[in-house]
């Protein structure tokens, strides 16, 4: 996945719903590289959020930019596929919601679809050694999933800096991605730590210029 060496993902979740397709086309024309797409199902995490249909929308908009799905539900498969149909780009998930994971890395990348692991704040690596080769993403999340605006976790650093490593031997195109708390004051952090990815909710969606907040926010990257 060549693309540039930082890539900011806003989290649609603390966007305006009742007014997702303008939204996402302001953040997109504010400098956003990616649109970060959030699945709840209050089941896998206490939080119901959106499924294909509303990325099917944003497509038939018009956006044309990258769609970054993190699905957070259990079962993934199905609902993956339904993703896929919808114009996702890259689907991620938690691998304690499949049962076998890397038959459902490869039911996505089978259909031309990139994938990505998510690990919580308290899931250990083990898992990734037996299928990093295959991914095109691995995210870190740095608080636990389910809701936006929660505080960045710091312990979450050592695990970006281990999967750093963990990529860097692979030699392959695998991006960094962290997800939860990521504001003007942690960016860095995690870009420091080996992140190249970031995902942005309320740090861009609760302010009224996005331009500004994006561009602020990449600045902080050293
Ligand atoms: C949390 C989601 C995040 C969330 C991040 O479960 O996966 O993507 O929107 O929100 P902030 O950036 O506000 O922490
Ligand atoms: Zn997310």
Known sequence: MSESKYIIAPSILSANFATLGEEVVNVLNAGADWIHFDVMDNHYVPNLTIGPMVCKSLRDFGVKEFID???????????AQ????AGADLISFHPEASKHVHRSIHAIKDQNCKAGLVFNPASSLDILENVIEDLDLVLIMSVNPGFGGQSFIHSSL????????MIDETGKDIR???????????????????????????????????????????????
Not at 69 to 79: C, F, T
Not at 82 to 85: D, L
Not at 158 to 165: G, H, N
């Open 69 to 79: 799905v993190h699905l957070m539900i259990d079962p993934v498969d199905e609902l």
């Open 158 to 165: 050592d695990k970006v800096e281990k999967v750093r490593k």
């Open 82 to 85: 339904s993703f896929i149909k």
């Open 176 to 222: 960094l991605e962290v997800d939860g708390g990521i504001n003007n004051d942690t960016i860095n952090l995690a870009a420091q730590a080996g992140a190249d990815t970031f995902v942005a909710g309320s740090a861009i969606f609760n302010t009224d210029n996005y331009e500004q907040t994006i561009s602020t926010l990449r600045a902080q990257i050293t």
